[in-house]
């Protein structure tokens, strides 16, 4: 990954605020920081969310608390607990993700 044109700054996840996005059940509530060519979140999925599309784009993702499953297009599943994290390219491995608990991750695409 190579970030350019972002000089060095700190983000205060609690003052930003956060926006939902419905899931195909469930909703998620991103605290987002764009610049450049990153987009940082923050995202805490409620219980029973699950997404409502395949995703291509290319992630870093740290699972901070609860537990998410990772499925992707050719059928497997990855179960991720807090601690855990996937990195994935763009355009390879289109995943969804869901949860039954809830879990709050930590994304960089």
Same mark, same amino acid.
């Given at each position: 990954?190579?970030?350019?044109?972002?000089?060095?700054?700190v983000v205060d996840w609690a003052s930003v605020?956060?926006?939902?996005?419905?899931?195909?059940?469930?909703?998620?509530?991103?605290?987002?920081?764009?610049?450049?060519?990153?987009?940082?979140?923050?995202?805490?999925?409620?219980?029973?969310?699950?997404?409502?599309?395949?995703c291509k784009k290319g992630h870093v993702l740290?699972?901070?608390?609860?537990?998410? #499953?990772? %499925?992707?297009?050719?059928?497997?599943?990855?179960?991720? +607990?807090? $601690?855990?994290?996937?990195? #994935?390219? %763009?355009?390879?491995?289109?995943?969804?993700?869901?949860? +039954?608990? $809830?879990a709050r991750l930590f994304i960089v695409d």
């Open positions: 990954m190579k970030i350019a044109e972002v000089p060095f700054c605020s956060p926006t939902k996005h419905a899931g195909k059940t469930g909703e998620a509530f991103w605290r987002t920081f764009e610049k450049g060519n990153i987009r940082v979140r923050m995202v805490q999925y409620t219980p029973g969310y699950v997404a409502d599309h395949w740290l699972v901070m608390e609860g537990e998410l #499953v990772i %499925e992707l297009d050719d059928g497997r599943k990855f179960v991720l +607990k807090a $601690g855990s994290s996937y990195q #994935v390219a %763009e355009d390879i491995n289109p995943h969804r993700s869901f949860t +039954k608990t $809830g």
